[in-house]
């Protein structure tokens, strides 16, 4: 099994920045994507971010392309998510995923292993 464990929201006022985390442990594999979704109260889960762990290609939303940045540590089995001028409507519960199949990038229904979230949260 897979275990991810996010850290790093919390309360920023708008114009902030956040850099979110997300370890990653147990069963490994040699190529995959992980990404960052995010879930606002009463709406769908979306795509915010990915990034190929073995290139580094990246994927963004178009929302967020210029004020988010995703990268990865690989000895340290660890993606972030550095956020930049945030504003109200990027409030949410952040999650990040593993996506094995290397398929659908963009589409959360591809990716099998999923932390419990993070709340980022941003005042206007």
């Known amino acids: 099994q897979v275990q991810l464990v996010e850290s790093g929201g919390r309360l920023v006022q708008a114009g902030g920045s956040l850099r979110l985390s997300c370890a990653a442990s147990?069963?490994?594999?040699?190529?995959?994507?992980m990404g960052w979704f995010r879930q606002a109260p009463g709406k769908e889960r979306e795509f915010v971010a990915a990034i190929s762990w073995s290139t580094g290609s990246t994927y963004y939303v178009d929302s967020v392309k210029g004020r988010f940045t995703i990268s990865r540590d690989k000895a340290k089995n660890t993606v972030f998510l550095q956020m930049n001028s945030l504003r109200p409507e990027d409030t949410a519960v952040y999650y990040c995923?593993?996506?094995?199949?290397?398929?659908?990038?963009?589409?959360?229904?591809?990716?099998?292993?999923w932390g419990q979230g993070t709340q980022v949260t941003v005042s206007s």
């Open positions: 147990g069963r490994t594999f040699s190529s995959y994507y």
């Open positions: 995923a593993i996506n094995t199949a290397l398929v659908r990038v963009t589409q959360k229904g591809a990716y099998n292993y």
